[in-house]
């Protein structure tokens, strides 16, 4: 006898025989094929929003100008700013009240932006656009950022200060790592060995 839809028994059975549906991000959003763990994104920059591809949709936008203004595929770029330093007056300009930021070119807004990780998610923080021109003049590299797909790290503290130019999806990553783990006023411990374990990622990755 075939088992009637409100046999509890004939529901077990059939949810045992369905194929497993694939969990967000372990197929490409744009042609549906599976997806490792370890995959390429692209940017579309209308929504601010990152697309989990695989390596043949995001090697389709790798080149310049191919996705038009919508979509940039994200390079895998990490470097050092070798001997950047800072001094506390620029960064008081850029109004960033914790000690990590970005900094990358909105292409839609034809400006940069700087955000900062947050219990909230990425909080935006106003930008002088003199103290970033002249962060720049000091620190070449930054002229070489893709707009929209690369951003400008940085961590600052009492005895030292570290930048790096990274993909944009990493700050992505960042962002979320303080969201889920930040507890209490100052984040917690938690959230701090996360941080740590972050940024001596990003240091392996430019070796």
């Given at each position: 006898m075939s088992a009637q839809p409100s046999?509890?028994?004939?529901?077990?059975?059939?949810?045992?025989?369905?194929?497993?549906?694939?969990?967000?991000?372990?197929?490409?959003?744009?042609?549906?094929?599976?997806?490792?763990?370890?995959?390429?994104?692209?940017?579309?920059?209308?929504?601010?929003?990152?697309?989990?591809?695989?390596?043949?949709?995001?090697?389709?936008?790798?080149?310049?100008?191919?996705?038009?203004?919508?979509?940039?595929?994200?390079?895998?770029?990490?470097?050092?700013?070798?001997?950047?330093?800072?001094?506390?007056?620029?960064?008081?300009?850029?109004?960033?009240?914790?000690?990590?930021?970005?900094?990358?070119?909105?292409?839609?807004?034809?400006?940069?932006?700087?955000?900062?990780?947050?219990?909230?998610?990425?909080?935006?923080?106003?930008?002088?656009?003199?103290?970033?021109?002249?962060?720049?003049?000091?620190?070449?590299?930054?002229?070489?950022?893709?707009?929209?797909?690369?951003?400008?790290?940085?961590?600052?503290?009492?005895?030292?200060?570290?930048?790096?130019?990274?993909?944009?999806?990493?700050?992505?990553?960042?962002?979320?790592?303080?969201?889920?783990?930040?507890?209490?006023?100052?984040?917690?411990?938690?959230?701090?060995?996360?941080?740590?374990?972050?940024?001596?990622?990003?240091?392996?990755?430019?070796?």
């Open positions: 046999d509890p028994l004939g529901v077990l059975q059939r949810i045992r025989n369905a194929p497993p549906r694939p969990r967000p991000g372990e197929r490409c959003e744009m042609c549906d094929e599976l997806v490792s763990d370890e995959h390429e994104h692209v940017v579309n920059a209308e929504s601010r929003s990152l697309m989990c591809t695989c390596r043949g949709c995001w090697m389709l936008f790798s080149s310049e100008g191919a996705g038009g203004s919508r979509y940039r595929a994200v390079p895998d770029r990490y470097a050092v700013v070798d001997g950047f330093t800072m001094s506390g007056g620029t960064w008081d300009s850029f109004q960033i009240p914790v000690s990590v930021a970005f900094f990358f070119h909105n292409s839609s807004l034809e400006r940069v932006t700087a955000f900062y990780p947050s219990p909230a998610g990425a909080t935006e923080s106003l930008l002088e656009l003199d103290a970033w021109d002249k962060l720049v003049a000091a620190n070449p590299i930054l002229e070489t950022l893709i707009a929209d797909v690369e951003a400008f790290l940085v961590r600052v503290g009492d005895e030292n200060q570290e930048a790096f130019v990274v993909p944009i999806d990493a700050c992505y990553e960042l962002v979320g790592h303080v969201r889920r783990l930040w507890r209490g006023f100052d984040g917690g411990r938690e959230a701090k060995d996360a941080l740590d374990q972050f940024f001596s990622d990003v240091r392996a990755r430019c070796r």
